[in-house]
Protein backbone atom coordinates (compact mmCIF):
# COMPACT_ATOMS: atom_id res chain seq x y z
CA UNK A 1 0.00 0.00 0.00
CA UNK A 2 2.91 2.66 0.55
CA UNK A 3 4.27 2.20 -2.41
CA UNK A 4 1.01 2.37 -4.22
CA UNK A 5 0.59 5.75 -2.57
CA UNK A 6 4.08 6.75 -4.18
CA UNK A 7 3.32 5.48 -7.05
CA UNK A 8 0.44 7.14 -7.81
CA UNK A 9 1.52 10.52 -6.79
CA UNK A 10 4.30 10.33 -8.57
CA UNK A 11 1.77 9.10 -11.96
CA UNK A 12 -0.32 12.54 -10.95
CA UNK A 13 2.61 14.83 -11.04
CA UNK A 14 4.49 13.29 -13.96
CA UNK A 15 1.19 13.74 -15.90
CA UNK A 16 0.26 17.37 -15.08
CA UNK A 17 3.90 17.69 -16.14
CA UNK A 18 3.17 15.96 -19.26
CA UNK A 19 -0.09 18.25 -19.56
CA UNK A 20 2.30 21.57 -19.38
CA UNK A 21 1.09 22.53 -15.81
CA UNK A 22 4.03 23.72 -13.84
CA UNK A 23 4.74 21.43 -10.50
CA UNK A 24 7.16 23.87 -8.28
CA UNK A 25 9.69 21.16 -5.76
CA UNK A 26 8.39 21.61 -2.26
CA UNK A 27 12.18 22.18 -1.12
CA UNK A 28 13.33 25.21 -3.41
CA UNK A 29 10.45 26.13 -4.81
CA UNK A 30 11.78 26.11 -8.27
CA UNK A 31 9.94 24.41 -11.38
CA UNK A 32 10.58 20.83 -12.08
CA UNK A 33 10.87 19.57 -15.67
CA UNK A 34 9.65 16.28 -16.91
CA UNK A 35 13.01 15.17 -18.50
CA UNK A 36 14.85 17.14 -15.41
CA UNK A 37 16.01 20.51 -14.07
CA UNK A 38 19.55 21.10 -15.34
CA UNK A 39 21.77 20.58 -11.71
CA UNK A 40 18.85 19.27 -9.96
CA UNK A 41 17.41 16.34 -11.51
CA UNK A 42 14.36 14.74 -11.77
CA UNK A 43 11.33 14.61 -10.41
CA UNK A 44 10.99 12.32 -6.83
CA UNK A 45 8.59 12.08 -3.92
CA UNK A 46 9.75 13.58 -0.61
CA UNK A 47 8.45 12.92 2.13
CA UNK A 48 7.10 16.03 4.36
CA UNK A 49 8.05 14.29 7.75
CA UNK A 50 11.01 12.38 6.78
CA UNK A 51 10.78 8.29 6.67
CA UNK A 52 13.19 8.10 8.94
CA UNK A 53 11.75 10.22 11.66
CA UNK A 54 8.29 8.38 11.28
CA UNK A 55 7.39 9.91 8.14
CA UNK A 56 4.42 7.70 6.21
CA UNK A 57 3.88 7.22 2.63
CA UNK A 58 0.17 9.06 3.63
CA UNK A 59 -0.51 10.97 0.57
CA UNK A 60 -0.68 14.49 3.31
CA UNK A 61 3.04 13.69 3.75
CA UNK A 62 4.20 13.64 0.17
CA UNK A 63 5.07 16.22 -1.99
CA UNK A 64 7.01 16.64 -5.14
CA UNK A 65 10.61 17.75 -5.45
CA UNK A 66 13.72 17.64 -7.68
CA UNK A 67 16.01 14.50 -6.97
CA UNK A 68 19.24 16.74 -5.67
CA UNK A 69 16.64 18.93 -3.31
CA UNK A 70 15.33 15.73 -1.93
CA UNK A 71 18.97 14.03 -1.75
CA UNK A 72 20.52 16.84 -0.49
CA UNK A 73 17.17 17.68 2.67
CA UNK A 74 17.74 13.69 3.68
CA UNK A 75 16.23 13.48 6.99
CA UNK A 76 16.27 17.02 7.65
CA UNK A 77 12.51 18.43 8.80
CA UNK A 78 12.30 21.17 5.68
CA UNK A 79 12.35 24.12 8.53
CA UNK A 80 16.09 22.62 9.46
CA UNK A 81 17.00 22.17 5.69
CA UNK A 82 16.30 25.70 4.79
CA UNK A 83 17.90 27.22 8.29
CA UNK A 84 21.40 25.41 7.18
CA UNK A 85 21.05 26.17 3.19
CA UNK A 86 20.27 30.05 4.18
CA UNK A 87 23.28 29.67 6.52
CA UNK A 88 25.96 28.10 4.33
CA UNK A 89 24.17 30.44 1.37
CA UNK A 90 25.79 33.18 3.52
CA UNK A 91 28.95 31.45 4.26
CA UNK A 92 29.54 31.28 0.48
CA UNK A 93 29.01 34.65 -0.37
CA UNK A 94 31.19 36.34 2.95
CA UNK A 95 34.08 33.67 1.37
CA UNK A 96 33.48 35.53 -2.27
CA UNK A 97 33.54 38.96 -0.89
CA UNK A 98 36.28 38.27 1.10
CA UNK A 99 38.31 36.80 -2.17
CA UNK A 100 37.32 39.83 -4.27
CA UNK A 101 38.55 42.16 -1.91
CA UNK A 102 41.80 40.14 -1.23
CA UNK A 103 41.95 39.94 -5.29
CA UNK A 104 41.37 43.82 -5.20
CA UNK A 105 44.65 43.99 -2.56
CA UNK A 106 46.59 41.77 -4.93
CA UNK A 107 46.75 39.40 -1.89
CA UNK A 108 45.94 35.42 -2.54
CA UNK A 109 42.63 34.04 -2.20
CA UNK A 110 41.45 31.86 0.00
CA UNK A 111 40.72 28.82 -0.97
CA UNK A 112 38.42 26.95 1.60
CA UNK A 113 35.46 25.02 0.50
CA UNK A 114 32.09 24.47 1.96
CA UNK A 115 29.86 21.35 2.19
CA UNK A 116 28.56 20.22 -1.08
CA UNK A 117 31.19 22.48 -3.32
CA UNK A 118 32.46 20.23 -5.72
CA UNK A 119 36.43 19.42 -4.92
CA UNK A 120 38.74 20.73 -7.78
CA UNK A 121 41.92 19.32 -8.02
CA UNK A 122 44.77 21.91 -8.95
Known amino acids: MANKQKANRLKKWRFKLAAGVEVLCAICGEPISLGGTKGKGGLTVDHIIPKALGGTYAKDNLQPAHARCNHKRQTMLLSEFKKKTSQETILRRAIEILDK ?16 EPQTEA
Not at 101 to 116: K, M, Q, R
Request: charged content about 30%; proline content about 12%.
Open 101 to 116: NAEAEGLPGDDTTLPD
